[in-house]
């Protein structure tokens, strides 16, 4: 873990949140790489589950929504987590995450824990300029609701029949009692998630639907599948209204922990809005005119959590060589360029306009510092899955030498091949 964080922060991946000022606690901001592999992940995964598909559409809702959404969906009086202090060092724990007849964490001290409170996790803040009760507003803890509150809208706008999905991304709140271990529990981060309307009867089919497309994605975007456990939530730990519910966990270096969730939710969501709102919410069947509520399997997946997962199973040490060994197509730089040598105009024209070129078609990095060796280890060690190096035969040849990540292996490429050689790499 120290390793992943330290490789972060150093090749700008994941800087601490405003460190000059001595920085925000479990805060951390997406520096120039960081923000390249996110948008990677979040491409890839809008491509498999929205733009290949014909029963997905996708929303992008406002992060504070008018509160009686969460007064309708149970958040204001439910979404809580179970907090103790320590009387001794005033520590605070998430009562489930600790053994309360143990000694506390913190100070080590026995006994002196107050008895668990209920503490509302939704993030509060004031729209307009009076900070009264009634501008109250929430950052949305989850993007799901979005999906339910525009449900009868994009119905309406893009006529799909059942079964079909809303998929969105987009930020969440939560005011955790315990963020940490980097970027794994933070209390802003970003959520993919679908809501994908069914009849109530095809639950189990559309269940097991989705339990398999969410292992595609774990293969897709270079999680180690090894490292991914299924876990069956069992009956009084569910929600009331879930019939099933099944957590995706991975192995991280401080435990196996939460991933992605995956949750039949019924017609909850639905049903709550339309009695609160008032509106009516149901599907009507096009062919037989029947009016019903649609039930719904929720899959979702934490970005950050995703971005985490991905580091810590693409990072390999060979012997003094580091490298992340991530999917080319969520590599934040497809392929480098370097001139042989830095002195040699004619060299480094000629580099140059096969880099302008293959920027056209996927992020290139150029490099003509130091020594090749020391440059295939510092492209090594952010991932990009190519290294080209032009030298004297290539301008009389046409052709330069690519080397591969992961192997260390060289090949000879004409250059007019170099852009299909790559891009039929990244699919
Ligand atoms: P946990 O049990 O770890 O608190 P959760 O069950 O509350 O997670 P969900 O409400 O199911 O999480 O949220 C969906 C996904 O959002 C999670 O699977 C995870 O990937 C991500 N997520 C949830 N909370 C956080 C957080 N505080 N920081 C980063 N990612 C989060």
């Known amino acids: 873990m120290e390793k992943i964080v330290s490789l972060a922060k150093r090749r700008g991946f994941v800087f601490p949140g405003s460190e000059i000022y001595g920085g925000l606690a479990n805060s951390w901001d997406y520096g120039p790489l960081g923000v390249e592999l996110r948008n990677n992940i979040k491409q890839l995964w809008w491509k498999m589950f929205v733009h290949s598909r014909e029963d997905m559409v996708g929303i992008e809702a406002a992060l504070i929504m008018n509160s009686k959404v969460w007064e309708a969906s149970g958040h204001l009086a439910e979404f809580t987590d179970p907090l103790v202090e320590c009387k001794k060092c005033h520590e605070r724990f ?13 100070c080590k001290e026995k006994g002196y824990f107050t008895t668990p409170k209920n503490f509302n996790m939704m ?4 729209l307009g300029p009076a900070e009264e009760e009634a501008n109250t507003v929430y950052f949305r803890p989850e993007t799901a609701q979005a999906m339910f509150v525009q449900f009868k809208n994009v119905l309406q706008t893009s006529r799909k029949r059942l079964p079909f999905g809303i998929a969105q991304i987009g930020k969440a709140f939560r005011n955790e009692i315990t963020p940490g271990n980097f970027i794994f529990r933070t209390r802003e981060f970003e959520q993919m998630e679908i809501e994908y309307f069914i009849r109530e009867g095809e639950w189990e089919t559309h269940f097991e639907a989705w339990r ?22 069992p009956d009084g730990e569910r929600a009331h209204y879930s019939k099933r519910t099944m957590d995706f966990e991975f192995d991280y270096p ?23 709102s008032g509106e009516n919410l149901k599907y009507r069947d096009p ?3 029947e009016e019903l509520l649609p039930h719904v399997i929720e899959p979702t997946w934490g970005v950050d959590r995703t971005l985490l997962a991905v580091l810590l199973s693409s990072y390999e040490e060979d012997g003094e060589r580091v490298f992340l060994k991530l999917p080319p197509k969520i590599a934040p730089y497809k392929a480098a360029i370097f001139p042989l040598l830095a002195n040699k105009p004619e060299l480094i024209d000629f580099a140059r306009t096969i880099y302008t070129d293959l920027q056209k078609h996927f992020p290139v990095m150029w490099d003509d510092r130091g020594n090749i060796g020391k440059r295939y280890y510092s492209q090594d060690e952010i991932g990009t899955p190519f290294c080209i190096t032009v030298d004297f035969d290539s301008l009389e040849k046409q052709d330069v030498t690519v080397r591969f990540r992961d192997m260390g292996t060289q090949e000879r490429i004409p250059i007019k091949e170099l852009v299909s050689f790559i891009t039929t790499r990244l699919m």
């Open 94 to 106: 998430r009562a489930d995450h600790i053994d309360l007849s143990a000694a506390c964490p913190n």
């Open 123 to 126: 993030l509060k803040t004031f």
């Open 212 to 233: 398999k497309s969410m292992h595609e994605w774990i293969k897709a975007v270079g999680i180690d599948e090894s490292k991914v456990h299924e876990l069956e939530i």
């Open 254 to 276: 401080f435990g196996q922990k939460e991933l992605y969730g995956l949750a039949y939710r019924g017609d909850f969501d639905l049903k709550n809005h339309e009695t609160a």
């Open 287 to 289: 062919e037989t005119n």
